[in-house]
């Protein structure tokens, strides 16, 4: 009878066990990815950087992957890591590269043996449209008072942007275009980092910068610099400035950014990393930082992603020829 009893509890309890087990798996978040390998083929605290890290954070959230790191290989216009990406993820459904225009420009001036033909297209999330702005002690205090002076003396006005042939830099370029300066007489600076530029212009080095709010938000909030105009189609809500093309100056200067995968995923694999990046656009931290950095979402996907980045080398390429970096 004992050993009756004790054969039943134990058989109560293996199934009481074997119950538990099963509920606390269920209970367990099943992540679509792994630990995701960011590229940020740029500087730290740059617009690639910050694109990853936020993404990063957003994929966690979402509870589509169990952790995330981040590497950064800066140098001509982000193709050093474009080639790093390519060469050492093939096949990896959980390594992510940060992309934007910029990129496309760089592979068009450089004509680097890899390219973005070479990895996955996921999505594109965003356009982040340039800001002109100088430091608070500028003698400019409206975009009037800055033109006026570069039309009158182009050279004597310093520009200071991303890369040589970047958007910041065709961006300024198309203006003084549209205003009949001659391109060669632009004094434009090109700088590798967002941090150095920065410095330049609240040193009075460089009189004025151009760039996406997200990288110089944090300097506009706290006066330190102060917003003349922005290169948006219309006026962006949070951005206290006016467009250049209300302005009088048909110009639009933005940065669209995204993220690519890994050469030779599977369909499956592309689509579960497409998947992981949607919920990841679409969770708290994520909206919260396309808020704060004033971003405007342009979700693209896929081949169709693929097709507009396409698209995108013939436009950026007729513009770099139209203005004379090309």
Known sequence: MFAFFRRSSFRRSSRYIATAITAAVLATPVF????????????????????????????IEAKVAKSVTFENKGGAGGTLGLAQFANSTKGDPNALLVVGAIMVTAVEQNKPQITLKNVTPIAR????????????????????????????????????GGSKGSIDHIGIAELAGKMDVPVNKVNYVAFAGGGEVVAQVLGGQIKVITGGYAELGQYIKNGQFRVLAIGAPDRVEGIDAPTLKEKGYDVTIGNWRGVYGAADLTPEQRKEL????????????????VKANAWSPSILTGDEFGKFVDEEHVRLRAMLVKVGLL
């Open 32 to 59: 679509a990815l792994d630990t995701v390998k960011f590229m940020a083929p740029g500087s730290v605290g740059g617009g690639y950087d910050q694109t990853a890290r936020i993404l990063g954070k957003a994929l």
């Open 125 to 160: 999330l965003f356009t982040e449209y340039n800001v002109l702005a100088v430091r608070k002690e500028s003698p400019y205090k409206t975009l009037e008072d800055l033109l006026k002076d570069f039309k009158a003396n182009p050279s004597g006005v310093t520009w200071g």
């Open 274 to 289: 497409t998947d992981a990046v949607l919920a990841a656009a679409n969770s708290k931290v994520w909206q919260d930082n």
